[in-house]
């Protein structure tokens, strides 16, 4: 039998997700969009209210709750503010590859700190040579005695300068087919974020560039085996990743539909409120039927995610559908506006700007038809 019903559990966790939105995150959005940086105390507060914990293990320092709650977590956030969402989301791409397929010694080392927001996580693989690519990245590594050493250039990494602990994709000099992928920490030698990028949407989640200049990496920071990383960094990224994203479009959704409605029934034109209107309602309708299918898709994909079944294809239809209808959630939120909807003060100029950040991120919408494509075929 299919149960298309969230657990008690996870009901209570989205009760206190959403207080934690209204609380904590809401107020800090005015600061966020004006100077573009993140705020230390949101980073304090996400850490202690124990968001980044929800998928590590119990005895790493986590709650073990799994992925339909982080889903949870990052669609409530992401209702008041898709820069949290978003930087929340990639923390776990940091945390993911260790959980996976580090050693006992890397998970004790990494995630507890992790766990507890102490360390920022993230992961990169994006490069100028084009991210629907990764076979094409140019950071190199060579091995010297016990160590590596890893020189090249990330672009388009969320949390870049906040974060503590990247996991970083590479190409061996020798080899060009191999790749690996390492943990890299702040303020190793020849490490640094370089340029902090200033996107149209999602303003104050951190994007920006890593150089590394002959970079000394100990072998213990290794990912799984060497030559195999392609596979560890495709595996956060994939279900993990898309997944995220998938949290981000539809906080963002319903975002739009909420503000649709609440304005729809106050604005008032020949008298009446203009929900009272046939194609204000046919617009509120569209938004409804793309939220409703879009929860159907991305709570399918993290409750198989979550019983151990493969669900790349399955997360590939969610995040194609779920942000181009942030995209088109957006773009009616504006419209039912008027006007108003090309003022800053009204979120939803705010929530058009965010709905195209969400595209690119964990690939493109062109890359989900690629997957869904060959899924179809198989
Ligand atoms: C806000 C933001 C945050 C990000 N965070 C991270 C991060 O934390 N870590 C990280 O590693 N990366 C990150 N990225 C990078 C992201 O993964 C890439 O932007 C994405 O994979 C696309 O790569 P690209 O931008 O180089 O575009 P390209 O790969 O150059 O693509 C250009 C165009 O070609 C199309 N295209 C490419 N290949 C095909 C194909 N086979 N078939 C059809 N069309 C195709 C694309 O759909 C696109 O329209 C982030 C990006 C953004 C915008």
């Not at 980073?43 to 073990?64: C, F, N, R, S, W």
């Not at 198989?304 to 959630?329: H, L, P």
């Amino acid at each position: 039998m299919i149960d298309f019903t969230f657990t008690e559990e996870q009901e209570m966790f989205r009760k206190a997700a959403r207080e934690f939105a209204e609380t904590m995150v809401a107020s800090k959005v005015p600061e966020m969009e004006e100077t573009g940086k993140f705020s230390d105390d949101l980073v304090k507060a996400l850490g202690e209210a124990e968001m980044m914990a929800l998928t590590v293990p119990e005895e790493y320092g986590g709650l073990d709750l799994g992925y339909t709650v982080r889903m949870i977590a990052i669609e409530e956030i992401s209702k008041v503010s898709v820069a949290v969402g978003m930087m929340l989301q990639v923390c776990a791409l940091g945390i993911e590859p260790i959980l996976k397929f580090g050693t006992e010694e890397q998970k004790k080392r990494y995630l507890p700190a992790m766990a507890k927001g102490e360390r920022i996580g993230t992961t990169a693989v994006t490069e100028a040579t084009g991210g629907s690519d990764p076979t094409g990245i140019r950071t190199s590594y060579k091995k010297e005695g016990s160590d590596y050493i890893l020189n090249g250039r990330k672009c388009f990494i969320t949390n870049s300068h906040i974060g503590d602990t990247i996991t970083i994709l590479a190409k061996d000099s020798e080899n060009p087919k191999a790749f690996s992928t390492f943990i890299m920490e702040k303020g190793m030698e020849g490490f640094k974020a370089t340029r902090e990028e200033h996107k149209v949407g999602m303003r104050g989640c951190n994007t920006g560039e890593l150089a590394l200049e002959n970079c000394r990496v100990p072998a213990e920071n290794l990912i799984g085996d060497e030559g195999k990383g392609m596979r560890v960094a495709l595996a956060a990224i994939g279900d993990v990743g898309r997944g995220g994203m998938v949290g981000c479009a539809l906080g963002l959704q319903a975002a739009c539909l909420e503000a649709s409605i609440k304005f729809a029934n106050e604005r008032i034109l020949y008298g009446k409120p203009i929900s009272y209107l046939q194609t204000i309602q046919n617009k509120l309708a569209d938004m409804k039927i793309d939220l409703e299918a879009g929860q159907l898709l991305g709570y399918r994909a993290t409750s198989m995610q979550d019983k151990g079944m493969r669900s790349s294809n399955e997360f590939a239809v969610a995040k194609y559908f779920t942000t181009e209808a942030a995209q088109r959630a957006a773009k009616m939120a504006v419209d039912i506006h008027g006007g108003y909807g090309c003022m800053e003060e009204y979120a939803v100029s705010r929530y058009l700007r965010d709905s195209f950040v969400l595209g690119p991120s964990a690939g493109t919408s062109d890359i989900m038809k690629v997957i869904i494509g060959r899924w179809a075929l198989s």
